[in-house]
């Protein structure tokens, strides 16, 4: 029976260096594990020599069960959602009292740190962490739907105690979703057999009935002629080959038949045409489904039927594409003897951030739904907006086009204060900057990596955190999110039945975004918040180390590299980030040049801020003739 194998580039992973070091090992130390398959330019080694190998010389971090185990099966399966399925059936097996499950020559070796697992934590137990680690950013991962975003999408449909599918359920993030929201059966259907045996698989576990189905949802429907109570999606975007051929007269098609080019319009159809009379739909959408020309028809037919309820513009980043602000298009089936709805709802929420405006928009949406015909109306946010306003020579559902004008916001006094606050963060700006003058000596080339310091005990390594946060609990703590610290407020997250262990955050500590778009650190200054999910938090000795000094050491251009994946994901590991080795009273002085660093910055983007404002409130007074320029004279 064979070990599993690992490449070098996935040594580095292991023991959080870069490949360099791998190389170097391999000139070295003439006990260096000798590789076991794969080419010349490409070794493979044996995964429990190299394992050893590196315990042996101190350089393997010492690692959870659950961490251990899942690197070592990430590394001898064919994919990460292979090799979890694969584990997955052995723990349910398990789980129902039977040992007839039996694993590949792959996985094999790793059956007594499965069955450790198991016994720590019960097969559940075991298979969630397994799949935390899962659901993790990384290479060869899919782009699961956020829990954030998969929770509003199931409180938008309002799944309660009924029935809930995903036709493009991917691993069953929504499904799970539906699950935490008290749907009492779920079912889903997923074109790649990997990941729908990982969805039908939590739900085996968890003991939640249902089922999830391997096939293409638009051509082969798994569930044909199945009605349930919610169908909540995240379809796939901008599909060229969907089947609109084979599928012209399809009976799904309510509203006429979908154009080749709107597969999405496909997808909201396949939708409609599971749900029972009265029960809803949330689609996650690019924007363009909302205006583009050949969809134009099915639009129109949609609202006129009174089956488009609500199109929601959504933060970017919320979900892949990253760079994209999709779209979420709630739709309920109406029925064909009553009189369709007269008014449509749009929200704007694109300009905040998801954590913010969940609760928002949900709140728009039911206050909505329970009066379909009154006049909703947020100034700059949401409206509801009367159908045959809608069906209009382009049948253009963008919200930011249909919402009211924000009124009295660019009177004189406004635009004073404005300009005032602007006038006096700008007369700020010289005095925050660091005075600094070049080194005598050039630069000091003495570092240590972040995973070295841990170990020397000059700062203590926790995290990331990976279970969620949820909407705000009045009586909890606050979470520090990712986006709080890119944003540098406080924190905004909230405690939920989901969140794992409480971590609270002190003065001192420095927190770092696992995955962001740069690396960006962040002081604490204030206790009270927990820490969030997918953030290091990097704890200084602090009688070896200035938290100011080690923040700044971590923001450069040069740990970015350092520290980011090679695979363009810009996921980081802080451990392989370098500090330089300096006494603590040197640390100090540069640890308050970086502190104002911090504060200069803080300021520009204050002014930043205020200036687009200043400059949109002036326009739009000049434009309304509610204010005028002085006289020119």
Known sequence: MENPTIT?????????????????????????????????????????QVEQWLRVQGKLPELAAADRLWRRLAAASESPAAGLAAVGALLLARQRGSRSGSADAQLAPLLPDVDALADELGPQGAFDELWQRFSAPGPGRPFATPDDLADLMIGLANVGGGSTLDPAAGSGAILRAAVRAGSTSVYGQELDDDLARLAGLWLALHDVPGEVSTGDSLRADAFAGRAVDAVVCH????????????????????????????????????????????????LLMPPTVASRRAGKRIRGELLRRGHLRAVIALPPGVAAPHGVPLHLWVLRRASTDAPPPARALLIDAAGGDLTDTAPRVLAAWRAFAASPDSDVEEAGFARAVPVIELLDEEVDLTPARRQPAVVGEASGEHLVRTRERLAAIVGELPGLLPQVTPAPDGPDGLF?????????????????????????????????????????????????????????????????????????????????????????????????????????????????????????????DIRRAQVRRLPLDEQRAYGDAFRRLDAFESAIRQAASLGAELVQLTADGLARGSIRPDDPQ
Not at 259 to 267: G, Q, S
Not at 513 to 542: D, F, H, K, S
């Open 235 to 282: 379809p796939p975007f901008g599909a060229s080959n969907w089947g609109d051929d084979e599928l012209g007269h399809d009976p799904r098609w309510i509203v006429g038949t979908t154009p080749r080019t709107e597969p999405e319009l496909a997808w909201a159809q396949h939708a409609l045409a599971h749900l029972r009379v009265g029960g809803h739909a949330v």
């Open 8 to 48: 070098a580039a996935e040594i580095a992973r292991l023991a959080g260096v870069g490949r360099a070091a791998v190389s170097n090992w391999r000139k070295r130390h003439p006990d260096f594990p000798v590789p076991v398959s794969g080419t010349t330019a490409s070794p493979e080694f044996d995964l429990i």
């Open 448 to 572: 240590l990596t972040v995973g070295e310091m841990a170990k020397t005990g000059a700062l203590q390594l926790i995290g990331p955190v990976r279970a969620g946060t949820s909407t705000p609990a009045p009586d909890g703590p606050p979470v520090l999110t990712v986006p709080d610290v890119l944003a540098g407020v406080e924190a905004s997250g909230w405690v939920d039945d989901r969140f794992g262990q409480e971590i609270p955050l002190a003065v001192g500590d420095v927190v770092v975004p696992m995955i962001a778009r740069q690396l960006i650190p962040r002081v604490i200054t204030e206790e009270g918040a927990l820490l969030g999910r997918n953030l290091y938090l990097l704890r200084p000795n602090a009688a070896a180390l200035d938290p100011w000094f080690l923040a700044g050491q971590l923001r450069t251009s040069a740990n970015e590299k350092q520290s980011s994946s090679l695979s363009g994901t810009m996921r980081f």
